[in-house]
């Protein structure tokens, strides 16, 4: 993809430039260009977009850019730089002696890739990387962002109502986040979209707004 992830992770940056020039760069540009994904209209049709409809056929560079927060915050970065810690961090117990034989492994959401690359050797680390950085941008795509700050309007926060109320239940907590998205309207978006632990740990996805209420 023309870039260093490793010097993502050691300085940060606020931004890094690709750029295409030359055969090497060209065939960057074409895997750019090549990755798209399905988006669902207001009447239910399905269409194939350019996951970065910036880079044209004459593209000469593109710009990722994440200035508030620098790049390794960018879940396109973050998520291949979390799988090879965990790939590596399996290597260094593999090494050590520490995985036994028909021992069980298990990854969850993003866990569930560098397991499936640690343990099954399903995936080579590069095809791991491959596919991670795309499901990134995937998820960097599907709302809107502000230009220059790369920001939206929507978010993701952990929950544990334990640590509210020991009376703060699973059904309590449905029926809070559904009262929070009726006071917020119509148009707001506040929804519980993973259930991990029965009473611990759950994810809450929505608009700021509903989320800060």
Known sequence: YGLSLLHIVRHNP??????FGGRQGAQIRRHYRALQFEAVGADGSVTLKQLLPE??????????????TGLLFATQ????????????AFEDMRARGLVCQGAAFAGHSLGEYAALAAVGDVLPLET??????YRGLT?????????????????????????VAADLTDQYLRKLVAAVQQACGEASL??????????????????????ES
């Open 55 to 68: 880079i044209g056929p004459e593209c000469r560079s593109f710009t990722f850019s994440n200035p508030t």
């Open 128 to 133: 791991l990387l491959d596919v991670v950085f």
């Open 190 to 211: 506040l929804e519980i979209v993973n259930y991990n632990v029965e009473n611990q740990q759950y994810v809450l996805a929505g608009d700021l707004r509903a989320l």
């Open 139 to 163: 998820m960097q795509a599907a709302v809107q962002r502000d230009p220059v700050t790369g920001r939206s309007d929507y978010g993701m926060v952990a929950v544990n109502p334990s640590r």
């Open 14 to 19: 606020g931004a890094v430039t690709v750029h």
């Open 77 to 88: 970065f973050t998520q291949p730089a979390l799988c090879l810690m965990e790939r590596a």
